[in-house]
């Protein structure tokens, strides 16, 4: 840890943009790009069976004690008035002005004992207010394993798929437990001990299941055995990455974090390098707070609960009627699409590559979304799905331009005077893209 605060920091930059914009793109897994091929890879999830490794990307959070219910009570925009032992909620926190700080998957394993897995910044902010507010709690994070590279402390895996049910029905001890979406129990795989929870991806039934990492290559080789006569294979980084276009679930706007005064605190007691993640893209706003999300238009408005108080109340009550925007798919132009690869093979200045299947240039990705020349939204994370044949990106866009069928553009390219290294010189093009429903798939979870 350095003795640099993120406050230090945005202090001595001309802006917070300034500070997070061109920092290129971090090391996403511990795995490789690809066990056998991404295309192949993508299909299983969708045809037969997709096993993926989530062990080393996330941050764990584990937060135990008599207060915990109360701690997360009164930051979470979550009701936990009915949060059983061996349930599991998609935990959404909020900045004092509704704006989105981060999403985390919750697990209750005891009646005081938490444990939530995801993305830094909503860990970063629940660790703060247990170590700073009189709570009794005790509190212990894991950064992600990639980045510290220690080993994690558990393995945690998912199987999905058509054949995923079969699969862990001849991968477990004993009778496969009848669980609800979203509801974990303790089995034994191969006499190891783990939590199996019942989950889903890209639209299709699933597992997801986790225990001590010593256990890990015991586990894995167990559930792999079990997948082979269904055709089970392994998820690299590109193929796990660009399930979350079908699945719906945005991943990585800019945490808000970077501004108001009654965050300053966190900023002061916030490292410097837990607080730096890169923009990228097309859309050049000069002010933080334009690539900033709130719960509500990227989906989680059925989830908010306003009977308790919780920290960004007010102005979500005052959204959730009448949002600005609305989380959407974009279906890219074909022709498009094509032509950026075409730029390649003639004179002149070429269009920025698109790296297949999840052409990721940075952490928070923001591309410029315009009607009739007017901006009216932002894309966030785009991939080429083989089991379409289309390139999707899930966006934000005006609701009064939400409707599926509505014809916009995006602009693909880096914003003028981008200094990204991840990035090539290229010219910006103007990709045609259709609006369509999020979740683009239909569910079978």
């Given at each position: 840890?350095?003795?640099?605060?993120?406050?230090?920091a945005?202090q001595?930059?001309?802006?917070?943009?300034?500070?997070?914009?061109?920092?290129g793109?971090?090391q996403?897994t511990?795995?490789?790009?690809?066990?056998t091929?991404?295309?192949?890879?993508?299909?299983?999830?969708?045809?037969?069976?997709?096993?993926a490794?989530?062990?080393?990307?996330?941050t764990?959070?584990?937060?135990?004690?008599?207060?915990?219910?109360?701690?997360y009570?009164d930051?979470?925009?979550n009701?936990?008035?009915?949060f059983?032992?061996?349930?599991?909620?998609?935990?959404?926190?909020?900045?004092?002005?509704?704006y989105?700080?981060?999403?985390?998957?919750?697990?209750?394993?005891g009646e005081?004992n938490?444990?939530s897995v995801?993305?830094?910044?909503?860990?970063?902010?629940?660790?703060?207010?247990?170590?700073t507010?009189?709570?009794?709690?005790?509190?212990?994070m894991?950064g992600?394993?990639?980045?510290?590279?220690r080993?994690?402390?558990n393995f945690?895996y998912?199987?999905?798929?058509p054949?995923?049910?079969?699969?862990?029905?001849?991968?477990?001890?004993?009778?496969?437990?009848?669980?609800?979406?979203f509801?974990?129990?303790?089995?034994t795989?191969?006499g190891?001990?783990?939590?199996?929870?019942?989950h889903?991806?890209?639209?299709?039934?699933g597992?997801?299941?986790w225990?001590?990492?010593?256990n890990?290559?015991?586990?894995?080789?167990t559930?792999?055995?079990?997948?082979?006569?269904?055709?089970?294979?392994?998820?690299?980084?590109?193929?796990?990455?660009?399930?979350?276009?079908?699945l719906?679930?945005?991943?990585?706007?800019?945490?808000?974090?970077?501004?108001?005064?009654e965050?300053?605190?966190?900023?002061?007691?916030?490292?410097?390098?837990?607080?730096?993640?890169?923009i990228g893209?097309?859309?050049?706003?000069a002010?933080?707070?334009?690539?900033?999300?709130?719960p509500?238009?990227?989906?989680?408005?059925?989830?908010v609960?306003?009977?308790?108080?919780?920290?960004?109340k007010?102005?979500l009550?005052?959204?959730?009627?009448?949002?600005d925007r609305?989380?959407?798919?974009l279906?890219?132009?074909d022709?498009?699409?094509?032509?950026v690869?075409?730029s390649?093979?003639?004179?002149?200045?070429?269009q920025?590559?698109?790296?297949?299947?999840?052409?990721?240039?940075s952490?928070?990705?923001?591309?410029?979304?315009?009607?009739d020349g007017?901006?009216?939204?932002?894309?966030k994370?785009?991939?080429y799905?083989?089991n379409?044949?289309?390139?999707?990106?899930?966006?934000?866009v005006?609701?009064?331009h939400?409707?599926?069928?509505?014809?916009?553009?995006?602009?693909?390219g880096?914003?003028?005077?981008s200094e990204?290294r991840?990035?090539e010189r290229?010219?910006t093009?103007?990709?045609?893209?259709?609006?369509?429903?999020?979740?683009?798939?239909?569910?079978?979870?």
């Amino acid at each position: 840890m350095s003795d640099r605060t993120l406050e230090d920091a945005l202090q001595a930059a001309e802006s917070p943009v300034d500070l997070l914009r061109d920092l290129g793109l971090g090391q996403f897994t511990k795995l490789p790009d690809e066990f056998t091929h991404w295309i192949e890879e993508q299909r299983a999830w969708q045809e037969s069976c997709a096993f993926a490794d989530q062990s080393y990307h996330m941050t764990d959070l584990r937060i135990q004690g008599t207060e915990a219910i109360e701690l997360y009570t009164d930051y979470a925009v979550n009701d936990f008035e009915t949060f059983d032992v061996g349930q599991a909620k998609q935990l959404v926190v909020a900045n004092p002005d509704g704006y989105l700080i981060g999403d985390a998957i919750l697990f209750r394993e005891g009646e005081a004992n938490f444990l939530s897995v995801g993305a830094a910044a909503a860990h970063h902010w629940l660790l703060y207010q247990a170590e700073t507010g009189e709570y009794d709690v005790d509190a212990e994070m894991q950064g992600r394993p990639v980045a510290t590279g220690r080993d994690p402390e558990n393995f945690r895996y998912q199987v999905q798929g058509p054949d995923a049910v079969d699969v862990m029905r001849a991968a477990i001890d004993g009778p496969l437990p009848d669980l609800g979406f979203f509801r974990f129990e303790e089995v034994t795989i191969d006499g190891n001990e783990a939590f199996l929870l019942r989950h889903g991806m890209a639209g299709e039934a699933g597992f997801e299941f986790w225990g001590d990492y010593a256990n890990a290559d015991a586990v894995r080789e167990t559930v792999l055995d079990a997948g082979e006569e269904h055709g089970i294979r392994r998820l690299g980084s590109k193929s796990y990455q660009s399930a979350n276009v079908v699945l719906g679930w945005l991943p990585l706007p800019v945490p808000a974090i970077y501004s108001g005064e009654e965050m300053r605190g966190f900023r002061e007691w916030l490292d410097l390098r837990q607080g730096l993640i890169s923009i990228g893209g097309s859309y050049d706003a000069a002010d933080i707070e334009d690539y900033y999300v709130t719960p509500i238009e990227v989906g989680y408005g059925h989830i908010v609960d306003f009977d308790h108080d919780f920290v960004g109340k007010a102005a979500l009550e005052a959204e959730i009627d009448d949002p600005d925007r609305e989380k959407v798919t974009l279906v890219w132009n074909d022709g498009d699409v094509v032509d950026v690869f075409h730029s390649l093979f003639r004179n002149g200045e070429t269009q920025k590559f698109m790296d297949l299947p999840v052409p990721r240039s940075s952490a928070c990705h923001y591309d410029e979304v315009r009607k009739d020349g007017e901006i009216v939204g932002v894309s966030k994370w785009m991939s080429y799905i083989n089991n379409h044949r289309e390139m999707l990106s899930l966006a934000l866009v005006d609701t009064e331009h939400s409707d599926p069928g509505t014809e916009v553009t995006l602009t693909w390219g880096e914003a003028d005077g981008s200094e990204n290294r991840a990035v090539e010189r290229h010219e910006t093009a103007e990709i045609r893209a259709t609006v369509a429903p999020a979740p683009y798939k239909q569910d079978r979870r």
